[in-house]
């Protein structure tokens, strides 16, 4: 625990006492002993001995005084301002209508510096619309009458801008006179909340009453529908008010025999344990008219009610396509004839039949194909695979190459199925032109490639996840997020990166609860070197063809800066949500095949846009010569310009950074690394500039180069960045403050505390008076209290001269072995008392220099050698070890003391810090901070090895001295000091 010199002085205030009344009892004495001598001699004594006991008393009562005082009004101010400057709420003093104190977390809330609300109106505050009811009811709290102590009220910032909050208000004194204690808490998230909510609500409202499908709530406690939308009233010809009178199941009532058909309400208890349901039911409408509808029940996620939401859609018009399904097959024979595909039927490869299509796709008419084999129509490489399929009877598809009847090859789709006709098994092959479709594959993987790069180069995290929880998919900047590399994490489980051990279960259940899909979903992960790094994540879940569930995609970005520094971020406006579909179905027909090509291709570019689009960050593609090719959403919002506007434009027209990179060097850059991160300015279409971190990278379109920009504002981060200023500025000043202090403060006490040893050292040495020894014992405690005060009070000058830069380094060459010497001389004494040897190898290098002032290195050395003394276990060693190599010099200092932990090392040189505060040791904990400053001071290191329990070490390095100067050599007659 760090202590101030006001505490370290305040724990010897005791010896002022105890001096002043051995002063005292020391006088009374004197008047005893010499009871023989003059009255003028007594009179002369007794003078001198009460002038000094009255001054010493003067002395000790003003600082008793002044000390308590300022303990009394300093344990006042930091209670309430420890408890005002750590709430999570505002706390504002009003007083006559103005602010006379307002908290840290008020500042914040409404964005103004430390200094600044103090001296406010009350009305300067306080948003036009709410100035009015705040004065009214602030002027009726202070003259006593009723007034709402909570109540919502808009507040402005600095900037004018609305702040709701929940004010709380109540009467105090403030210095002495009425003032009103106003807490203020900000409730922007939860009116915005509260926004969301009733949107919500609209838009779910909207889509029911607009949905082409007659919706009813039905309420299963009381068997009654409780709404119903237009749709239903115009199915049933029903108002709302009739159907909310009759029984659902009277609906589906029929003249028809229906026993065996279960009853609505089966299905709805179904539906409320959580089975969807999706049947066919005849219905009836008010007039009688029978309706065939197709029922999808769902359970509504209201807990305490029983509700079920049932969709009904009239599949009357279906019912007629069935029927005229099975009228159309009567007529499939004569579409053998108009298939795009060549459909052929064969007998053990020979062909029985053929459409007109083989003379398009082979150059063969129907009469040259009929009793040929099928082989022959193959090309040589592909003979063996289509021998081979024939043999086994397969369905496909599968590629062949096929051979024209000019000798050309083109790849063909081959699907065949086996007919049993008369005990006889044929088979119909289905031949397909697959030209286009893999020139259109073709572009496809182009798509993707680019859709990858576009990931590949994301800040954020893509991944993918299967349903056991292994990572199948993860995009490259997991490695700045957690440290891996995404081959490290392929195959791996993803629970183990969750600091919670049930993080991956909370995060399942919140996306099951969400309908698979959530956005914003904060959690801690591990990162590789064990740091905790939180992560906001957007994720839903992957669907296979048929509706089940396969695993999870997401984006992951790392927030826990924001968390950090959550009063100076600003939440996300948008997600980055990535929806992938899987595009390829298998085609019967070769219109169907090219039709479902062109769907996968076109939702691969719509992905493509959603993801360019739906990006939370600014997205910008522009040409090597600047000419802005395409942005996403996000750009235009960040910039204030339309789409079409920025696409007319250049990169110089926004980019106005003070020292731009030309387009050439950036393309010679990514021509070497993948992507490259340079800081700008852009300017918004209303004039404003923006500080922006952009990361680029280089796309290929045939011979062109285009530039994809990625953009990030980071106007918070540079806020961040001048307030460490700031507060790294305001900190230097407080402690050059607090330095100037300590050298007042100590110099003031050194007059009264020299008077106080010099009259003890006059008591103690008077030969012609002896005192008696009991007295004299008394005046000897006082000469040691006092020194050892002055050493203090020394202390702390030397502290305030280093930490002010007033103390003087007057290097020259010194040698380290003659200083040593000396002072391993002087306090081999105080070693003795404790049986402690020394151990030393300085007789072998008996000329090692450095640059040094020779009297601070030898106060360095004392000291560390008066630690190990004092602190090291009697009858043990102290050793001391000289080493150097060619350019610099180490004395290291072993003692087989008690030994230091971890976290004492790391507090050693801490100024007052005492890590063994034994009661019988002298220390102020401020020799070691003395030391490391005057070790810096000359160009030098001083650092410890320590195991607790097993000694310490502490050394010094300093480089060698190469300039030949002025210089203590090693002889015994050089005074050191």
């Given at each position: ?17 105890g ?41 000790w ?19 309430f ?11 504002f ?7 006379v ?11 103004y ?26 002027r ?16 402005c ?35 915005l ?24 709530i039905?309420?299963a ?16 010809k029903?108002?709302k ?9 009277q ?9 065996r058909?279960k009853?609505?309400?089966h ?36 807990p ?18 069935q029927?005229?399904?099975?009228r ?7 579409f053998f004839?108009?298939?795009?595909e ?30 040929r ?12 695979i289509?021998?081979?399929?024939m ?27 086996t ?5 006889t098994f ?23 490639q ?6 590949d ?27 891996y590399?995404?081959?490290?994490l ?9 600091l ?8 399942m ?46 984006v992951s970005?790392?927030i ?19 929806r992938v ?22 939702d ?5 846009r ?12 522009h040409?090597d010569?600047g ?15 339309e ?5 007319k434009?250049t ?8 020292a731009?990179v030309s ?11 993948a ?6 300015i ?28 990625l ?17 790294r ?5 407080a402690?050059?403050a ?19 040893i ?35 009070i ?8 280093i930490?002010t830069?007033?103390?003087k380094i007057?290097?020259?060459?010194t ?10 001389t ?7 008392h ?22 601070r ?21 102290i050793?001391l ?9 180490r ?11 971890k ?18 040791i002298?220390?102020t ?8 400053h ?9 650092g ?7 000694g ?18 090693d ?7």
């Amino acid at each position: 625990m760090k202590l101030s010199p006001y505490f370290c002085l305040r724990n010897h205030r005791r010896w002022g006492l105890g001096m002043v009344l051995s002063l005292y009892a020391m006088s009374s004495s004197g008047l005893e002993t010499n009871a023989g001598r003059s009255f003028t001699e007594h009179m002369q004594l007794n003078s001198s001995l009460l002038i000094m006991l009255l001054l010493l008393l003067c002395v000790w009562l003003g600082y008793r005084l002044m000390t308590s005082r300022l303990e009394i009004l300093n344990l006042k101010v930091i209670d309430f301002h420890a408890l005002a400057d750590n709430a999570h709420d505002g706390i504002f003093i009003v007083q006559n209508e103005q602010l006379v104190y307002a908290n840290q977390r008020a500042t914040d809330i409404l964005g103004y510096d430390d200094d600044e609300l103090p001296g406010r109106g009350l009305a300067d505050i306080v948003h036009a619309d709410d100035t009015e009811l705040l004065l009214d009811r602030h002027r009726r709290r202070m003259r006593g009458e009723d007034a709402p102590k909570l109540y919502e009220v808009t507040l402005c910032n600095k900037h004018g801008s609305r702040v709701p909050v929940e004010l709380t208000a109540a009467l105090t004194t403030w210095q002495g006179s009425p003032a009103a204690l106003v807490i203020i808490r900000d409730i922007t998230e939860r009116k915005l909340i509260e926004k969301t909510l009733l949107d919500s609500e609209k838009r779910y409202r909207s889509l029911v009453e607009n949905s082409p499908d007659a919706i009813l709530i039905i309420d299963a406690e009381r068997n009654s529908i409780i709404e119903a939308n237009e749709q239903a009233e115009l199915l049933f010809k029903l108002s709302k008010q009739d159907l909310f009178a009759i029984d659902p199941e009277q609906l589906s009532r029929s003249t028809t025999d229906h026993s065996r058909q279960k009853p609505l309400t089966h299905y709805i208890e179904r539906a409320l344990h959580g089975v969807p349901l999706i049947f066919e039911r005849e219905f009836h409408d008010s007039t009688g008219q029978a309706i065939s509808c197709e029922i999808r029940l769902s359970r509504m996620p209201f807990p305490n009610r029983r509700l079920v939401r049932c969709s009904v859609i009239d599949i009357s018009q279906r019912k007629l396509y069935q029927s005229a399904l099975a009228r159309s097959e009567e007529r499939l024979a004569s579409f053998f004839q108009a298939s795009f595909e060549t459909l052929l039927f064969h007998d053990q490869g020979i062909v029985l039949d053929v459409n007109n299509m083989v003379e398009q796709m082979f150059g063969y008419s129907r009469e040259e194909f009929i009793g040929r084999h099928v082989l022959e129509f193959v090309a040589p490489e592909s003979q063996q695979i289509a021998r081979e399929n024939m043999r086994k009877g397969e369905q496909g598809p599968y590629e062949l190459k096929a051979l024209r009847k000019d000798g050309h090859t083109f790849p063909v789709q081959i699907r065949a199925r086996t007919l049993h006709q008369d005990d006889t098994f044929r088979r119909i092959v289905a031949v397909a032109d697959i030209s286009n479709l893999q020139h259109a594959n073709d572009k496809l993987r182009a798509s993707e490639q680019n859709l990858q790069h576009i990931i590949d180069n994301m800040i954020d995290t893509f991944y993918r996840v299967d349903m056991q929880g292994k990572l199948t998919m993860v995009s490259p900047s997991v490695t700045a997020l957690l440290g891996y590399q995404p081959d490290e994490l392929l195959g791996s489980e993803l629970a183990t990166l969750y600091l919670d051990p049930y993080g991956r279960e909370f995060f399942m259940s919140s996306l099951k609860n969400n309908h698979g899909q959530i956005t914003a979903y904060q959690t801690p992960l591990l990162h590789k070197n064990g740091d905790i790094v939180w992560v906001s994540t957007n994720a839903k879940f992957i669907y296979d063809k048929h509706g089940e569930i396969t695993g999870v995609e997401g984006v992951s970005r790392n927030i826990t800066q924001q968390r950090n520094n959550e009063q100076a971020l600003l939440k996300t406006r948008d997600e980055l949500e990535v929806r992938v579909q899987q595009r390829t179905e298998q085609l019967s027909q070769k219109i169907q095949e090219l039709e479902a090509l062109q769907l996968a291709l076109r939702d691969s570019e719509q992905n493509f846009r959603a993801l360019f689009d739906g990006a939370v960050d600014s997205f910008l593609l522009h040409d090597d010569k600047g000419q802005i090719l395409d942005v996403n959403r996000q750009t235009c919002d960040f910039l204030g310009y339309e789409r079409d506007e920025l696409l007319k434009m250049t990169v110089d027209d926004i980019d106005v950074g003070p020292a731009p990179v030309s387009l050439q060097t950036l393309l010679n850059t990514l021509q070497e690394q993948a992507s490259v991160t340079i800081e700008s300015i852009q300017r918004h279409k209303d004039g404003s500039t923006i500080p922006v971190e952009v990361r680029l990278g280089l796309l290929h379109k045939g011979s062109e180069k285009l530039f994809l920009a990625l953009v990030r504002d980071i106007t918070t981060r540079k806020a961040a960045e001048h307030q460490l200023i700031s507060d790294r500025d305001q900190a230097k000043h407080a402690s050059q403050a607090k330095s100037e202090f300590l050298s007042r403060m100590s110099h003031e006490l050194r007059t009264p505390l020299n008077a106080i040893i010099g009259f003890s050292d006059l008591l103690a040495s008077d030969a012609q008076n002896p005192l008696p020894p009991p007295h004299q014992e008394n005046v000897d405690e006082i000469v040691k209290a006092g020194r050892h005060l002055l050493n203090l009070i020394d202390d702390l000058l030397e502290v305030s001269a280093i930490e002010t830069g007033r103390i003087k380094i007057l290097p020259i060459k010194t040698n380290v072995c003659a200083i040593s010497h000396a002072c391993i001389t002087m306090l081999r004494p105080l070693a003795q008392h404790k049986a402690i040897r020394f151990q030393h190898n300085l007789d072998e290098l008996t000329a090692v220099y450095i640059n040094a002032d020779p009297t601070r290195l030898k106060q360095i050395i004392i000291n560390l050698l008066s630690n190990a003394i004092k602190y090291n276990n009697a009858g043990s060693l102290i050793s001391l070890e000289l080493t150097t190599d060619a350019t610099a010099m180490r004395l290291s200092l072993s003692d087989n003391g008690p030994g230091l932990t971890k976290a004492q090392q790391k507090r050693l040189f801490l100024p007052f810090e005492r890590i063994y505060d034994y009661p019988d040791i002298e220390g102020t904990g401020i020799g070691l901070n003395i030391c490391k400053h005057l070790t810096e001071l000359m160009n030098g290191r001083i650092g410890v090895n320590s195991k607790y329990r097993s000694g310490s070490q502490f050394w010094l390095e300093f480089p060698l001295a190469i300039e030949s100067t002025v210089s203590i050599d090693d002889q015994e007659t050089v005074d050191l000091g």
